[in-house]
């Protein structure tokens, strides 16, 4: 079974946040990102991420829906990552946005990866190479995708991932 999915992360007063978002759906005109569906879960004590649905296809399908609100919520919070994820394709990109404007995109130059050694077992204490530089007879896998090093630089990424699990939502559910 494949995962993909277009969210925004944010760290946020929750009330500030709900009121923002029932206004930005109010107006629906002038903001295309109020059109689609959003399913707004909590993270840990002040972080949020929100889930951009497309009811008319199978992929959420959000792309520019996405961005535009995390560049509209940086506005507010000082800052906001969209996300854009498809273990199909190998798509792993966010976009950090803050005061309102793309700050950073993120994606395979931010990767790291690791070799494994000769029993199959990862070498985390040994060479690092990014993603767009892999050699191309050593054997390796991500251990940082460019998700992750948005999170990071947004200071969002202590309190988003569990230590073990991946993304844990508040409904229970885990997105690896």
């Not at 008319?56 to 959000?62: L, S």
Request: hydrophobic share 40%; proline share 5%.
């Amino acid at each position: 079974m494949s995962v993909y999915f277009e969210a925004v992360v944010v760290a946020a007063d929750q009330t500030i946040l709900i009121r923002l978002l029932d206004n930005l759906a109010q107006t629906l005109d002038s903001h295309p990102f109020a059109r689609i569906p959003w399913e707004l879960y909590r993270v840990g004590d002040c972080g949020f991420v929100l889930f951009g649905l497309r009811a008319d296809g199978k992929q959420p399908q959000a792309s520019h829906e996405v961005e535009d609100l995390a560049d509209e919520l940086s506005l507010e919070f000082g800052c906001a990552v969209a996300v854009h994820y498809d273990d199909q394709v190998g798509v792993r990109t966010a976009l950090l946005s803050k005061d309102g404007e793309l700050a950073r995109s993120f994606g395979e130059t931010d990767e790291m990866w690791v070799p494994y050694d000769a029993h199959g077992e990862l070498i985390t204490d040994g060479p690092r190479y990014p993603g767009d530089a892999l050699p191309a007879d050593v054997e390796c896998d991500c251990i940082r995708n460019g998700i992750d090093a948005a999170l990071q630089v947004a200071g969002f990424q202590e309190w988003i991932y569990s230590a073990r699990h991946g993304l844990a939502l508040s409904n229970g559910s885990v997105i690896p």
